[in-house]
């Protein structure tokens, strides 16, 4: 059944060259959580060039299996068209992966997340640190300010280094980056650290992406969905 299924957009366009057009609008970190599908399709179908629809293409920049990745992508008549949107929310108790494997018709694959194009050099020194991303986020995945500065008391002599959006919330991190690097130098940044401590947010998929050991904080979410292999 599942190589009718794949060979069923074959019999339709017959052609092996047909355009794979994936559909995730939203949300970086579950984007990034595309690349074991983007890598398995390219494996299985080569001739195919990958197309992304996605608001938040600066996550898949620079992915050698994808050939466009854009907002809006026009559908071409021999595209098959992928829509992930929806694609994880709709199968409540199914890892987000395996979620976009079935929508995808595809089974064999490894939960391991890819980000391409790290910049060899950043402007900030933070090798040994402990990095923290505290949010923003939903309220229902938020930790309490008063926990991370207890953390970070609790940490000691530890140097942390703060990353995520633009946010004026008192933690008192030795190194404070919010608001200040793009998503690739953030995975650079985290690359150069010795562990993330992190909320259920794209920092903590980069960091399994670049293989930083991770303390995750889950509120709503259920980490046996979420997390993948890496770190």
Not at 17 to 25: S, T, W
Not at 56 to 66: A, F, T
Not at 118 to 127: A, C, Q, R
Request: charged fraction near 20%; hydrophobic fraction near 40%; glycine fraction near 6%.
């Amino acid at each position: 059944a599942i190589s009718v299924k794949r060979c069923a957009h074959y019999l339709k366009v017959r052609k092996m060259d047909y355009p794979i057009i994936l559909k995730r609008k939203h949300a970086f970190g579950d984007v990034l959580l595309l690349t074991p599908i983007i890598k398995t399709l390219h494996e299985q179908k080569p001739l195919s060039p990958i197309w992304v629809e996605t608001n938040c293409g600066e996550v898949l920049r620079g992915n050698p299996n994808i050939s466009r990745c854009s907002p809006k992508i026009p559908i071409t008549p021999d595209a098959l068209v992928i829509n992930l949107d929806m694609g994880y929310e709709n199968r409540s108790n199914t890892h987000i992966v395996d979620a976009y494997g079935l929508c995808a018709n595809i089974t064999s694959y490894q939960k391991k997340l890819e980000i391409f194009g790290l910049p060899e050099s950043i402007p900030w020194k933070t090798d040994s640190f402990i990095a923290l991303h505290a949010g923003p986020s939903w309220p229902s995945k938020s930790w309490p300010t008063d926990r991370w500065n207890k953390l970070i008391t609790a940490l000691g002599d530890e140097k942390t280094v703060l990353i995520g959006h633009l946010d004026r919330t008192p933690i008192s991190a030795t190194l404070d980056l919010r608001g200040r690097t793009t998503i690739h130098q953030s995975a650079a940044i985290l690359k150069r650290c010795k562990l993330l401590i992190t909320i259920d947010s794209l920092p903590l998929h980069l960091a399994q992406a670049v293989g930083t050991p991770i303390v995750g904080l889950f509120g709503v979410t259920n980490p046996a969905h979420i997390l993948t292999e890496g770190s």
